[in-house]
């Protein structure tokens, strides 16, 4: 069931359980225009960090400069520090949708997603995953400003072939021993 848009412009329910969120964040969320890369300014444990050091100022020479964001990767260094503010931008989807007419199912499909990223972080190399989760994320925005929220919870094929596929992880197999109990060492079997 697709839901009425543009969402609502009275977002202060969803602004006070995300005291730390900026409400321009949390309108752009519910717009659907927030890019996947910029969820870190969900997590409140990274809320200081949410100017990364664009600008630096020198006071020696009265300089200011400005630097190049982080690459994702940075932003992003592992599994936790994407599913973390992932998880804050789904309930505050949630909170919008259910409250707009989404059907109840709508957490199961962020509960799909998230389970999927965890399954194939296991699988693949990470930087993987996070370009496999970013190219996922901007088709799931664009799904979501007409308001279908399926999407998150189908696995896209296309892209785990392009992103996934060729970057599997390298499978380490417990230790090996001979008829004489002598311990070989560790082998390396790729997939």
């Known amino acids: 069931m697709a839901s009425k848009y543009p969402p609502s412009q009275d977002l202060q329910p969803i602004a006070a359980l995300f005291p730390h969120v900026d409400p321009d964040v949390i309108a752009a969320i519910v717009r659907h225009e927030l890019p996947g890369v910029e969820i870190y300014k969900l997590d409140s ?3 200081l960090e949410s100017t990364w050091n664009l600008v630096e100022v020198s006071m020696e020479d009265s300089t200011v400069s400005l630097r190049a964001a982080p690459f994702a990767i940075e932003t992003y260094p592992t599994l936790d520090s994407l ?5 804050a931008y789904f309930s505050v989807l949630c909170m919008q949708g259910l409250s707009h007419g989404q059907s109840a199912l709508l957490p199961c499909h962020f509960f799909r997603y998230s389970s999927h990223l965890v399954k194939i972080a296991a699988q693949y190399e990470w930087s993987a995953v996070l370009s496999y989760h970013l190219a996922a994320f901007a088709r799931r925005a664009k799904e979501m400003r007409k308001g279908d929220f399926a999407g998150w919870g189908r696995v896209d094929m296309d892209l785990m072939e392009e992103f996934l596929v060729p970057n599997q992880k390298r499978r380490l197999y417990g230790t090996v ?3 004489s109990s002598a311990c070989q060492s560790w082998e390396l079997i790729y997939s």
């Open 45 to 47: 444990r990274r809320i």
């Open 177 to 179: 021993f001979s008829s």
């Open 83 to 87: 599913l973390v503010p992932l998880n």
